[in-house]
């Protein structure tokens, strides 16, 4: 069975830092790429990163030099250290696999894990 599992959601304060995790089960790990996207309620998906396998990474303009995308390819897990956290960050985050190398073609999709930032 193909999974997804996020995790290290929660409430902190702003300027705080969370680190996300995103592992991975059921499939070559090693054949996708692992992207994170965030939601905010009544706004629409959002981008936020992506890594290949060789450690190649790729960020939004609005988080990059905040977050940072990493990948421990032997715990089949992806991670997003979120350093100075603003309000505006507060969604509900999700990873995905992208089988085309971090081109946008997702072929599986996490629950997501809620982030709250408080000012």
């Known amino acids: 069975e193909v999974q997804l599992v996020e995790s290290g959601g929660g409430l902190v304060q702003a300027g705080g830092s969370l680190r996300l995790s995103c592992a991975a089960s059921g499939f070559t790990f090693d054949d996708f790429a692992i992207a994170w996207f965030r939601q905010a309620p009544g706004k629409e998906r959002e981008w936020l990163s992506c890594i290949i396998s060789d450690g190649t990474a790729y960020y939004a303009d609005s988080v990059k030099g905040r977050f940072t995308i990493s990948s421990d390819n032997a715990k089949n897990t992806v991670y997003l250290q979120m350093n100075s956290l603003k309000p505006e960050d507060t969604a509900v985050y999700y990873c995905?696999?992208?089988?085309?190398?971090?081109?946008?073609?997702?072929?599986?999709w996490g629950q997501g894990t809620q982030v709250t930032v408080s000012s």
């Open positions: 995905a696999a992208d089988r085309s190398m971090c081109k946008g073609l997702y072929d599986y």
